[in-house]
């Protein structure tokens, strides 16, 4: 599925190691040194920054996950990280796929629940086929359309057929198949040895972890420690407890057993009917400093973007955003009809707002995250690049019938890191200190600072990075209050994607709570590029290039680099505030066009996007008063 090569490269974003902003080492901020008087307002220094950003999936299922293997995936953990290195593997559903550009890192988040069951039962144990549920689901294994059956089915009515069939192998995930804590452990062993024989300091960097899955609040674990750490427990999953703060408990006692960190990333908020960002505890109590301290360095960041939609926003929480409403993922239950209630607690934007407001009641701010994409691919393919874009499912890998059996399901995405090395210390610690962005695929290059004292020549600035630690905070960092009758500014950079589109446009999206306790939001568009007006607060659409039939675009619009020094204009030094920023790519042919390009598909109806605005979002940066 071709793709439309960029009409210029944008030049190399290259800083040197000069700022001062603290060192995070395993997570924890190490202790400061003198602040440099220019730098009063900054609560620490660091005498080394992160130059590099470094690509990566923490979201990647297998056919250890039983979901997954009751769907039809059968690519290993091996094949998934040699894909994610670049090479070339062959998919579950019998096709060549190759990554255009390999990643740096990767997670395999196989389900801790029932994990690596379903393959050893197909495989013949006799322990598992000695139960009922075994051998039911032995037998339905052995009578299952394989996904290379499926996903080359004579026509559409043949692979609705099939596909129903083998979806059908998915409750199999929750069998009682009588497990005991050896075979367990005989199975994390087994990831622990697969994660340590690809990790590659310095080239690859894998994490050992798995996907804690309970009902709608599911969380990715990511364990920054080696297999004398990892060995020493064992998964704690949805079957364990399906509270989030029992997790936590988990986390805390392997930290303290170890000294190894280990982290809890939330995922699909957008699916989890109001539950993730929750104003009360699990068991409906009250928030307290604690509980919202203990939430916050748990789970430091958040999934914002991934194959089953888009977190960001929705239009009932941001009705006056013209672009909230991006791969917003409908299902029957959960997105058909929400309330105000449900999105307020099942959207990212919405729950910045909502940990301003707990922090001024309880001094904490419990939403205190940065923000990653990753894909949750259950078929061992980490892809979120709409032309080489694999699918969910085995079933649903490219074919002439997915654009319109799933047209719901997003190519999304990525975590994006700033890190000094590609090493699972540095790359660790850079998400406790929340220095990372997500991006729905686009290899975008997005720098964020805020501080008090930029000028709008440090844009243009050769050591723009370096001016931006030096004077500034990264995204994931605070400001307080400052000077009276200053505002805060914020060093903005953006590059696109040398293999992508041209970029759109960059945007400041600004929380609030004001003196009275009420939220507020606010889209400002603070660059972007041609010569564009603003009318009336609006600034005019760029042009789209999109060739729909042919799945094609021109870069003949938009900028290769944006960037600028932006001030907020409505300021008010008494109010808490969160920033983080949006950068939107122009148009560009989504992966239903792909397909239908291909595959020579006419027949997609209307209701099915063809053009897409991919985009990349920063973690936010926090003023306190």
Not at 462 to 470: E, H, K, Q, V
Not at 518 to 546: I, K
Not at 576 to 594: D, F, G, H, K
Request: with cysteine; net charge negative; proline share 7%.
């Amino acid at each position: 599925m071709p793709r439309e090569n960029p009409s210029r490269t944008p030049r190399r974003v290259t800083t040197s190691r000069r700022a001062l902003q603290a060192v995070a080492v395993a997570g924890s901020l190490a202790a400061s040194a003198t602040v440099d008087a220019e730098d009063t307002y900054a609560p620490t220094i660091r005498d080394t920054y992160p130059d590099t950003v470094y690509w990566g999936d923490t979201h990647v299922h297998t056919y250890l996950s039983a979901d997954a293997f009751g769907l039809g995936t059968r690519a290993t953990p091996e094949e998934a990280y040699r894909f994610a290195k670049g090479e070339e593997v062959v998919s579950t559903g019998g096709k060549r796929a190759k990554l255009r550009r390999p990643l740096d890192f990767l997670m395999i988040s196989d389900h801790a629940e029932n994990v690596g069951i379903l393959p050893r039962l197909v495989g013949g144990d006799e322990g598992l086929l000695a139960t009922e549920d075994g051998r039911r689901w032995a037998e339905f294994f052995a009578e299952s359309p394989p996904a290379a059956e499926v996903v080359n089915a004579e026509d559409a009515d043949a692979f609705d057929v099939l596909s129903a069939t083998m979806m059908s192998g998915k409750p199999a995930w929750s069998g009682d198949y009588g497990i005991d804590d050896a075979f367990r452990r005989e199975v994390w062993h087994a990831v622990v040895e697969a994660a340590e024989h690809h990790n590659d300091p310095g080239t690859f960097t894998t994490f050992v972890g798995y996907e804690y899955t309970a009902p709608v609040l599911h969380r990715n674990v990511l364990f920054a420690g080696d297999p004398e750490q990892t060995r020493q427990v064992l998964p704690f999953s949805g079957y364990d407890s399906p509270n989030p703060e029992d997790l936590w408990a988990y986390l805390a006692d392997y930290e303290a057993r170890t000294g190894s960190g280990v982290i809890a990333i939330p995922h699909n908020s957008n699916l989890s009917r109001g539950g993730t960002f929750s104003d009360v505890t699990f068991n409906g109590a009250a928030m307290t400093a604690a509980y919202a301290t203990l939430r916050a360095d748990r789970e430091p960041v958040v999934e914002m973007t991934q194959i089953k939609g888009d977190s960001e926003t929705h239009p009932l929480a941001s009705p006056d955003d013209p672009f909230a409403d991006f791969e917003t993922f409908e299902r029957p239950g959960i997105t058909d009809d929400p309330s105000e209630p449900r999105v307020a607690g099942s959207y990212v934007r919405p729950a910045l707002k909502r940990g301003l407001d707990v922090a001024a009641n309880v001094g904490v701010n419990p939403f205190k995250f940065g923000l990653i994409g990753s894909s949750d691919s259950h078929n061992g393919l980490a892809t979120a690049d709409d032309g080489n874009y694999w699918g969910k499912f085995a079933g649903y890998e490219p074919s002439p019938y997915r654009a319109l059996a799933q047209p719901n399901y997003a190519a999304s995405g990525y975590a994006a890191v700033w890190a000094e090395s590609n090493t699972r210390e540095a790359l660790f610690a850079a998400f406790k200190r929340r220095e990372v962005y997500a991006t729905t695929g686009p290899r975008i290059a997005l720098r964020f600072f805020g501080g008090w004292d930029y000028t709008e020549t440090d844009a243009g600035r050769p050591d723009f990075a370096a001016i931006g630690y030096r004077r500034g905070v990264p995204m994931g960092g605070d400001l307080t209050r400052p000077e009276a009758g200053r505002a805060p500014r914020f060093l903005i950079q953006a590059v696109k994607d040398p293999d992508g589109a041209n970029l759109d446009r960059v945007q400041v999206i600004k929380c609030w709570r004001d003196g009275e306790g009420a939220l507020h939001e606010q889209v400002y568009d603070v660059a972007w590029s041609g010569n564009r007006t603003v009318r009336d607060g609006v600034l005019e659409d760029v042009e789209s290039t999109v060739d729909v039939d042919e799945a094609t675009y021109l870069n003949t619009v938009g900028a290769a680099e944006l960037a600028v020094v932006w001030s907020d204009p409505d300021f008010v030094a008494d109010d808490r505030a969160v920033y983080y920023v949006r950068v939107l790519e122009i148009p560009t042919p989504r992966w239903t066009a792909y397909d239908a390009a291909f595959f020579g598909i006419e027949d997609l109806p209307d209701t099915v996007a063809l053009v897409t605005r991919e985009r990349a979002y920063s973690s936010p940066i926090w003023y306190t008063p």
